[in-house]
């Protein structure tokens, strides 16, 4: 009982955390801001908000016998694609939701918020099992949309020709030094496990641990940075067919691609837009918004290639356990104390600064999620989880590949080396990025 007691007292602290950031993230916004949505892939920030509720009063508060909703509609208006669970508004036509308002849109938190936390005051080990999980996933779900506030705002004030700053202030200014000569940290062949194991929380989608053939290879020890990339385009990156796969050339003539999205040519110069507002390029910066097909085309004209996913979690893994060993600091050692988090309040990469210790990789957590050659597909033995909490990973394993790594609109205690991050082949709103890999 005091284990089930601490457990339930650690679920409130946490669920108070998660859901004040999301409203600290909110806090320089305008009403108008809250509604804005300017491509399908994105959603109204109101949204975001009524949704991370809404699955917090589905999936544990309606759980309940005699629960009453706040509202008969909401469950219609801010579904996803929880197909099980009920009918849903278009994707789409989110943008079109004036009403509820912004106003009502936090009364609705408001109410969830203190039902939730009457739920956790009575929690104890006769309900700490499948209650308690769902919190759990609800708290992850949310962080995840913590990042998808960030991306979709910057995608929606990016198209504004005002190129208004959401963030100002000190905290866009540049920490770091010189990104430094790319290196090349060698691993050996071997047969590695990979994916998640342990009781802390994971995806069903990191599961289950498996073991794999790894062939001998050289991972970057760091992303490519803005300035490696502007060479790539000056040598004609966007106009040579040869570079590109046939559907990433097929995107490129279609969509008139020549920058990473959000670059503007200024006079003899280069400008990208940030959530601070647009200010020159950072030749020493990761690249960030690229595309798979644009980290394909960069690797290949570098004479390189992007790793695979089991290549990537491998060297996180070394890494880590090897910074865990030497240092034996932080939730993830010194590779994140050199990473760049949502919690830092920059919202965008920086530049990698010297390594931690000689050989070591640079930014393997945080700044920009990495592109790896891997489709998105189940691990030997996955099962999803049951009930509607199994469509949240399962039915998208097609046509994606995956991303690893965390980035500057991460919060930090919610990547882990084994999060498989999973997007379409020309995705480039997520603050995506390079780190290359060789064969040895």
């Given at each position: 009982?005091?284990?089930?007691?601490?457990?339930?007292?650690?679920?409130?602290?946490?669920?108070?955390?998660?859901?004040?950031?999301?409203?600290?993230?909110?806090?320089?916004?305008?009403?108008?801001?809250?509604?804005?949505?300017?491509?399908?892939?994105?959603?109204?920030?109101?949204?975001?908000?009524?949704?991370?509720?809404?699955?917090?009063?589905?999936?544990?508060?309606?759980?309940?016998?005699g629960y009453a909703p706040f509202h008969p509609q909401f469950g219609y208006l801010f579904n996803s694609y929880?197909?099980?669970?009920?009918?849903?508004?278009?994707?789409?036509?989110?943008?079109?939701?004036?009403?509820?308002?912004?106003?009502?849109?936090?009364?609705?938190?408001?109410?969830?918020?203190?039902?939730?936390?009457?739920?956790?005051?009575?929690?104890?080990?006769?309900?700490?099992?499948?209650?308690?999980?769902?919190?759990?996933?609800?708290?992850?779900?949310?962080?995840?949309?913590?990042?998808?506030?960030l991306t979709d705002l910057k995608h929606a004030m990016a198209q504004n020709p005002l190129r208004p700053a959401?963030?100002?202030?000190?905290?866009?200014?540049?920490?770091?030094?010189?990104?430094?000569?790319?290196?090349?940290?060698?691993?050996?062949?071997?047969?590695?496990?990979?994916?998640?194991?342990?009781?802390?929380?994971?995806?069903?989608?990191?599961?289950?641990?498996?073991?794999?053939?790894?062939?001998?290879?050289?991972?970057?020890?760091?992303?490519?940075?803005?300035?490696?990339?502007?060479?790539?385009?000056?040598?004609?990156?966007?106009?040579?067919p040869e570079l590109w796969l046939s559907s990433g050339w097929d995107a490129v003539v279609a969509n008139g691609?020549?920058?990473?999205?959000?670059?503007?040519?200024?006079?003899?110069?280069?400008?990208?837009?940030?959530?601070?507002?647009?200010?020159?390029?950072?030749?020493?910066?990761?690249?960030?918004?690229?595309?798979?097909?644009?980290?394909?085309?960069?690797?290949?004209?570098?004479?390189?290639?992007?790793?695979?996913?089991?290549?990537?979690?491998?060297?996180?893994?070394?890494?880590?356990?090897?910074?865990?060993?030497?240092?034996?600091?932080?939730?993830?050692?010194?590779?994140?104390?050199?990473?760049?988090?949502?919690?830092?309040?920059?919202?965008?990469?920086?530049?990698?600064?010297?390594?931690?210790?000689?050989?070591?990789?640079?930014?393997?957590?945080?700044?920009?999620?990495?592109?790896?050659?891997?489709?998105?597909?189940?691990?030997?033995?996955?099962?999803?989880?049951?009930?509607?909490?199994?469509?949240?990973?399962?039915?998208?394993?097609?046509?994606?590949?995956?991303?690893?790594?965390?980035?500057?609109?991460?919060?930090?205690?919610?990547?882990?080396?084994?999060?498989?991050?999973?997007?379409?082949?020309?995705?480039?709103?997520?603050?995506?990025?390079?780190?290359?890999?060789?064969?040895?």
């Amino acid at each position: 009982m005091e284990q089930a007691e601490r457990g339930a007292s650690g679920l409130r602290a946490r669920y108070d955390a998660v859901r004040a950031f999301t409203e600290a993230l909110c806090a320089p916004l305008c009403p108008e801001d809250y509604v804005v949505q300017s491509m399908a892939d994105a959603s109204p920030v109101k949204w975001h908000l009524a949704h991370t509720t809404w699955f917090f009063e589905t999936f544990v508060l309606g759980q309940r016998a005699g629960y009453a909703p706040f509202h008969p509609q909401f469950g219609y208006l801010f579904n996803s694609y929880y197909v099980s669970v009920g009918e849903r508004h278009s994707r789409p036509r989110r943008g079109v939701l004036s009403r509820p308002t912004v106003e009502e849109t936090y009364r609705y938190r408001r109410c969830v918020d203190e039902r939730m936390r009457g739920l956790l005051g009575e929690l104890d080990a006769g309900l700490a099992g499948d209650l308690a999980f769902a919190i759990e996933v609800g708290l992850h779900h949310e962080q995840q949309h913590q990042e998808l506030i960030l991306t979709d705002l910057k995608h929606a004030m990016a198209q504004n020709p005002l190129r208004p700053a959401i963030y100002p202030g000190a905290r866009a200014g540049r920490s770091g030094g010189a990104a430094g000569e790319l290196r090349y940290v060698e691993h050996g062949e071997g047969v590695r496990w990979i994916g998640h194991e342990g009781a802390a929380f994971a995806f069903d989608n990191e599961s289950p641990r498996h073991r794999v053939f790894v062939g001998p290879f050289a991972l970057a020890d760091r992303p490519v940075t803005c300035g490696e990339y502007l060479a790539f385009m000056r040598d004609g990156g966007y106009s040579r067919p040869e570079l590109w796969l046939s559907s990433g050339w097929d995107a490129v003539v279609a969509n008139g691609w020549e920058a990473p999205l959000y670059w503007e040519r200024q006079g003899g110069g280069v400008q990208l837009f940030t959530l601070h507002g647009p200010r020159e390029v950072d030749v020493e910066e990761p690249v960030c918004h690229v595309s798979y097909y644009e980290a394909d085309a960069y690797a290949r004209w570098a004479g390189a290639r992007l790793p695979t996913e089991a290549e990537w979690e491998t060297a996180a893994r070394e890494a880590l356990a090897g910074e865990h060993g030497a240092a034996g600091g932080g939730a993830h050692g010194e590779a994140t104390r050199h990473g760049n988090f949502a919690d830092r309040g920059r919202y965008h990469p920086e530049p990698p600064g010297p390594p931690p210790r000689q050989g070591a990789p640079r930014q393997l957590l945080g700044d920009v999620w990495e592109w790896t050659s891997s489709a998105y597909a189940p691990y030997p033995g996955y099962r999803p989880w049951p009930g509607a909490l199994g469509e949240y990973n399962g039915k998208f394993m097609s046509n994606q590949l995956v991303l690893r790594g965390g980035s500057c609109a991460t919060p930090e205690t919610h990547v882990r080396a084994t999060y498989r991050n999973f997007f379409p082949p020309d995705a480039r709103w997520q603050m995506s990025g390079i780190r290359l890999a060789r064969d040895l």
